[in-house]
């Protein structure tokens, strides 16, 4: 399923419509919260040190099998970053991944073919189910059971020629919906719309660490399809909100993501083999909202901001730069007056450029923040455990806790 973000051009964000959710669908990295956003966290008064998580991101990364991605799957796009970040004098390296079982199949996006990735459906329900779970696949959560002010049970309704409804009373009611979905769940429904509704708070906050993706032409072939899509990284710029990661696409979707045409957009896709591929997201200061929208969908406003604009382009500019040290002869920005970049007069070019938001050819991942989590009842939805502020017995669990990017 694809979410529309209105910025005034379209911006899609991938979630997962499975058993598993988006962990099926998403490329497997692993990285714990930085320092200093639990620190930034922490001064909003939440319980969320380095130390004080440790020993459940130890248990989750030995559920999720996470360790550096091998180096005989990384691929010839890795070959590529780390020979022009070395050229800089950039750190970088393998990403860390929950796919203990790779065998680089390169479409860890669409869903692992082998399971090596241990997305939800084949690390936590399973668990699940063998505690004694029951999974209703296939059915959409129609509304929270409340009796006396509490939450004490889920209403769905089956999908397709059944159409049966499904009541689930429980002593604890965990709704994990994602950022986008768990907000328009409790929107819909206008008993608990008006129990969260102390703190203005739910359905906003939205942060999506917005991405671009940049193509290069190589003298060598570099067959990127043949490793794994998001298995490296350049770790140098994380303090200035820039996370660089791997991404690579089977070769109708690199077609349809380069905006190109006629004889040159042939001749690069001719070229295909010889393409690399790597792409960036920044931890956005913009935010936006999410409503209930037609036939329940979530109906998405987000704004980005200048200062946002600008770190895109400082991304762009720095993989342009690292590609020309690993010898490109050619960078694919397209951007609007600067479609490719092939020396230094283009990156002099690129600099003393001004873009705006739809100048930018940007998706859009990991929604966070809409039912976020804090100590004051008027200005969050839930408690640092999780559990809504003004309603007994729903525990919210996903990003939409998060309370910030």
């Given amino acids: 399923a694809l979410a529309q973000i209105a910025i005034g051009v379209a911006l899609a964000v991938p979630i997962g419509r499975a058993v598993g959710g988006t962990t099926l669908v998403n490329s497997g990295t692993c990285y714990r919260p930085p320092a200093r956003v639990l620190r930034a966290w922490q001064d909003q008064g939440l319980p969320l040190s380095e130390d004080e998580l440790a020993p459940y991101l130890d248990r989750v990364e030995d559920i999720l099998g996470v360790a550096p991605a091998r180096p005989e799957h990384l691929g010839g796009v890795a070959e590529v970053i780390a020979r022009g970040a070395d050229a800089l004098g950039y750190r970088h390296g393998p990403l860390r991944r929950n796919a203990p079982d790779c065998d680089a199949q390169g479409v860890c996006c ?26 209703f696949s296939d059915a959409h959560a129609e509304r929270i059971v409340i009796e006396h002010g509490r939450a004490v049970g889920v209403v ?35 008993e608990t719309r008006r129990l969260l509704a102390r703190s203005g708070q739910l359905g906003r906050n939205l942060s999506i660490h917005p991405a671009a993706a940049v193509f290069a032409l190589m003298p060598q072939r570099v067959r990127g399809a043949a490793g794994i899509p998001q298995g490296y990284a350049i770790e140098e710029f994380h303090d200035e909100g820039l996370l660089f990661e791997g991404v690579f696409a089977p070769l109708d979707l690199t077609a349809a993501s380069l905006t190109g045409f006629g004889p040159r957009y042939t001749e690069i896709m001719e070229g295909y083999e010889h393409l690399a591929s790597f792409g960036f997201m ?7 909202r999410v409503r209930p929208g037609p036939a329940g969908r979530p109906l998405i406003t987000y704004y980005l901001r200048e200062g946002d604009v600008v770190r895109l382009k400082r991304g762009l500019e720095i993989l342009a730069q690292v590609y020309l040290a ?80």
């Fill in 110 to 135: 669409f869903g692992c073919p082998t399971d090596a990735k241990r997305s939800t459906n084949v690390s936590y329900i399973p668990a699940a189910l063998r505690a004694g779970a029951q999974l």
């Fill in 156 to 190: 769905a309704r089956a999908v397709g020629q059944h159409n049966h409804q499904v009541t689930v009373r429980a002593r604890a009611v965990v709704l994990a919906a994602g950022a986008l979905l768990t907000p328009v769940l409790l929107q819909r429904q206008s």
């Fill in 326 to 405: 690993a010898g490109a002869k050619s960078v694919l920005l397209q951007l609007p007056g600067l479609e490719e970049v092939r020396g230094p007069e283009d990156l002099r070019r690129l600099r003393a450029m001004r873009l705006s938001a739809r100048d930018l050819d940007l998706t859009a991942y990991h929604p966070l923040g809409t039912a976020r989590m804090g100590k004051d009842p008027l200005r969050s939805v839930v408690d640092s455990e999780g559990q809504a502020h003004d309603l007994p017995g729903l525990h919210i669990a996903d990003g939409s806790i998060l309370p910030g990017s």
């Fill in 282 to 288: 920044v931890e956005e200061q913009s935010r936006g």
